[in-house]
């Protein structure tokens, strides 16, 4: 099976020049984790997720601890905003590299590149580098799952 058969092809992105505050909104509007940065072409320039966008917030103490189990509550450090410089500053600021896999791919390169990158959704393009969908890992592993003969 082909990527281009498990794909959501309705994809929420935004615009490389959008600035934090516009993504913030698409991502409470829509319910999402990450969004496709494209160019005014449609084309795929970077990738906003979620925890780019949160880092802006989250104290550095954060990534140095490895064990939570003692932190009962993180009080007002979960209330904190960030600045309006920081809501202005354009998505490029925060996106990373536009990872994706062709629409002609197949279901496991698909999943590698999830795991390899760490993503829960990866942007699906065509010979362009235009986006064209988007899979989850959900998406692929129901797809996999599928082709198994079970008894039911």
Same mark, same amino acid.
């Given at each position: 099976?082909?990527?281009?058969?498990?794909?959501?092809?309705?994809?929420? &992105?935004?615009?490389?020049?959008?600035?934090?505050?516009? =993504?913030? &909104?698409?991502?409470?509007?829509?319910?999402?984790?990450?969004?496709?940065?494209?160019?005014?072409?449609?084309?795929? &320039?970077?990738?906003?997720?979620?925890?780019?966008?949160?880092?802006?917030?989250? #104290?550095?103490?954060?990534?140095?601890?490895?064990?939570?189990?003692?932190?009962?509550?993180?009080?007002?450090?979960?209330?904190?905003?960030?600045?309006?410089?920081?809501?202005?500053?354009?998505? &490029? =600021?925060?996106?990373? #590299?536009?990872?994706?896999?062709?629409?002609?791919?197949?279901?496991?390169?698909?999943?590698?590149?999830?795991?390899?990158?760490?993503?829960?959704?990866?942007?699906?393009?065509?010979?362009?580098?235009?986006?064209?969908?988007?899979?989850?890992?959900?998406?692929?592993?129901?797809?996999?799952?599928?082709?198994?003969?079970?008894?039911?």
């Amino acid at each position: 099976m082909l990527i281009n058969e498990c794909m959501k092809r309705h994809v929420i &992105t935004v615009s490389s020049s959008a600035t934090i505050a516009e =993504a913030v &909104t698409l991502f409470n509007d829509h319910h999402i984790g990450m969004l496709p940065v494209v160019n005014g072409e449609n084309r795929l &320039t970077g990738i906003l997720n979620l925890r780019d966008v949160l880092d802006l917030i989250m #104290p550095a103490f954060v990534n140095l601890i490895d064990d939570f189990d003692y932190v009962v509550d993180f009080g007002v450090l979960e209330d904190k905003q960030p600045s309006e410089r920081l809501l202005n500053q354009s998505v &490029t =600021a925060q996106m990373g #590299p536009p990872v994706s896999v062709p629409d002609s791919s197949g279901l496991l390169r698909a999943f590698a590149y999830l795991d390899k990158y760490e993503l829960s959704d990866l942007p699906v393009v065509d010979d362009q580098v235009s986006i064209v969908g988007l899979v989850s890992r959900v998406d692929v592993g129901r797809a996999l799952l599928a082709g198994w003969h079970v008894n039911r």
